[in-house]
């Protein structure tokens, strides 16, 4: 592990022992306007696991930067991940708010695509997520975006993100949705909401669509600036993933 992400890495329980990042607004983001339904703070407190978060969040830090086979180009209609396929383009790990100092779990089967866990919003926390694991580097230059095909016992609102960096906490482009169970769902890269910890991100430079660095699925109580999910509920999460490619 080079000696940057060992800092990378302590910054990150610094955050998460603090878990200042689910209220705070960082300075480069958009002001929440008073008509906007704000995020409330959970009184519940429940003891963080730290062992649980340096298994997460370990996942997510590569021990040999730039050790990715190299670039793949992909072009729309290729199949990126389905369940217990070999030649999948990515593996997903769970990466919950344990990371910020929060109580939720989940886990992930990529044999069988179930995504499932328990959200709760004790510690102020209130998301679970699954990402893909590091080196991965994808050309989608000539793709518009992604399509997924996504079930769930219940009507749930997810953020679909990409990332174009290596960054930990990097800025996420993300895509808000409502799962359709039977049908497929598309993310245009075009309209992309470039976001750090929930909130927009208002000079960020243009998404690169040639350097593809990690694809992530976050079922959260949070959606951008302060506003709530509409179809956040507390409790059991249970999804199952059929396929994503290209568009």
């Known amino acids: 592990m080079t000696l940057r992400n060992i800092v990378r890495f302590l910054s990150l329980v610094s955050i998460a022992s603090t878990t200042s990042a689910f209220a705070s607004r960082p300075s480069n983001t958009k002001s929440?306007?008073?008509t906007e339904i704000r995020a409330t703070?959970?009184?519940e407190r429940k003891?963080?696991?730290v062992f649980r978060f340096a298994r997460q969040s370990s996942r997510f830090i590569s021990l040999f930067p730039g050790s990715n086979k190299g670039v793949q180009v992909v072009q729309p209609g290729d199949t990126l991940w389905k369940p217990g396929q070999q030649q999948n383009t990515f593996t997903f790990a769970p990466l919950d708010d344990v990371v910020?100092?929060?109580a939720s779990s989940s886990g992930f089967d990529d044999a069988t695509g179930k995504w499932t866990g328990q959200v709760t919003e004790a510690?102020?926390?209130g998301f679970v997520g699954i990402r893909s694991t590091p080196n991965l580097q994808l050309d989608m230059s000539n793709c518009k975006g992604l399509e997924l095909k996504l079930r769930s016992n219940k009507q749930k609102r997810l953020k679909v993100a990409v990332r174009d960096n290596t960054e930990f906490n990097g800025i996420t482009w993300a895509s808000s949705v409502n799962l359709k169970n039977g049908s497929a769902v598309r993310v245009p890269f075009a309209t992309q909401v470039p976001t750090v910890f929930a909130k927009?991100?208002?000079d960020s430079p243009a998404f690169r669509k040639v350097q593809v660095t990690a694809v992530q699925?976050?079922?959260s109580k949070?959606?951008?600036d302060g506003k709530l999910n509409p179809k956040f509920e507390a409790g059991d999460v249970d999804i199952q993933i059929e396929e994503i490619k290209a568009y």
């Open 32 to 34: 929440s306007s008073s």
């Open 41 to 43: 703070s959970s009184q």
């Open 47 to 49: 003891p963080w696991d």
């Open 100 to 102: 910020m100092g929060g």
């Open 123 to 125: 510690n102020n926390g």
């Open 200 to 202: 927009t991100v208002d």
């Open 217 to 219: 699925l976050v079922y």
């Open 222 to 224: 949070f959606e951008y």
